[in-house]
């Protein structure tokens, strides 16, 4: 059985920086891509970023050059560096392994506010 653990969540100003942290348990997960997805109020879940077992990226457009994903396999950690955050970053954010089948795997959230 997969387990996340999101963490890093809160409240930060305009152009502020938070870091997501998110702790991943199971056998085989390193193996596997994962990534970090986001839910505004009133909108569906959208991609924010992923990262390969390999450490290949992907971004959404609207946070490229500002948020950075890293993964650490030896601590089967993933962690989200957001930088230059903006009022429309304000989401809960979710990590998300994806397994053989593409099945996925799902934290329970943790929310950041983005506010002055």
């Known amino acids: 059985q997969v387990q996340l653990v999101e963490s890093g969540g809160g409240l930060v100003q305009p152009g502020g920086s938070l870091k997501l942290s998110c702790a991943a348990s199971g056998t085989g997960i390193t193996l596997y891509p994962m990534g970090w997805y986001r839910q505004a109020p009133g909108k569906q879940r959208e991609l924010v970023a992923t990262i390969t077992s390999g450490g290949s990226t992907n971004y959404a457009d609207s946070v490229k050059g500002r948020f950075t994903i890293s993964r650490d396999n030896a601590k089967n950690t993933v962690s989200l560096q957001m930088n230059s955050l903006k009022p429309e970053d304000t989401a809960v954010y979710y990590c998300?392994?994806?397994?053989?089948?593409?099945?996925?795997?799902w934290g329970k959230g943790t929310l950041v506010t983005v506010s002055s």
């Open positions: 998300n392994i994806r397994l053989v089948y593409a099945i996925d795997y």
